[in-house]
């Protein structure tokens, strides 16, 4: 089974296998939880895009759905729980 990649848009410089990536860089096939990383710790955000076909937001769990939140910049996002986050993400998404 295929590990699961990201696309992600560097937000800060940062150093990868000794070169370093410059901010406005998008870096497609990030491992996952490298992708998770970098936008957990602000150097990256997410890029969605249409070949991107995820799980539906009901189907991730809380610490997958405060990762989207995160990387969205939705304020409060810490303390909501599943539907608040669910409902949070969709509306960001809708605009």
Same mark, same amino acid.
């Given at each position: 089974?295929?590990?699961?990649? &990201?696309?992600?848009?560097?937000?800060?410089?940062?150093?990868?296998?000794?070169?370093?990536?410059?901010?406005?860089?998008?870096?497609?096939?990030?491992?996952?939880?490298?992708?998770?990383?970098?936008?957990?710790?602000?150097?990256?955000? &997410?890029?969605?895009?249409?070949?991107?076909?995820?799980?539906?937001?009901?189907?991730?769990?809380?610490?997958?759905?405060?990762?989207?939140?995160?990387?969205? =910049?939705?304020?409060?996002?810490?303390?909501?729980?599943?539907?608040?986050?669910?409902?949070?993400?969709?509306?960001?998404?809708? =605009?």
């Amino acid at each position: 089974m295929a590990k699961k990649t &990201l696309t992600i848009h560097c937000t800060s410089a940062f150093v990868v296998g000794g070169e370093i990536v410059k901010p406005g860089t998008e870096m497609p096939d990030v491992p996952e939880s490298e992708a998770k990383s970098l936008i957990r710790r602000g150097k990256a955000v &997410l890029v969605e895009t249409d070949d991107q076909e995820g799980p539906a937001l009901s189907e991730m769990t809380v610490p997958e759905l405060k990762d989207v939140a995160e990387a969205l =910049q939705i304020d409060g996002f810490e303390s909501m729980k599943k539907a608040d986050l669910i409902a949070a993400i969709e509306a960001v998404e809708a =605009q």
